[in-house]
């Protein structure tokens, strides 16, 4: 999940380099929404115990 995250936020590097802001605001949405998920998945495996199939 984070590792999507990682993948939008570099689209939107480079799409607000290039000057494509209405594609570099949505990555950049898109991007957080999936660093939360992450995260929030990250902390709820954490607390049970549970290990995240590889």
Not at 11 to 26: D, R
């Amino acid at each position: 999940m984070i590792s999507w995250a990682v993948t939008f936020l570099i689209i939107a590097i480079i799409a607000g380099v290039l000057g494509l802001s209405g594609i570099a605001g949505t990555a950049t949405h898109i991007a957080w929404i999936l660093f939360v998920v992450g995260l929030v998945l990250a902390l709820v495996f954490m607390v049970t115990g549970r290990k995240p199939p590889i």
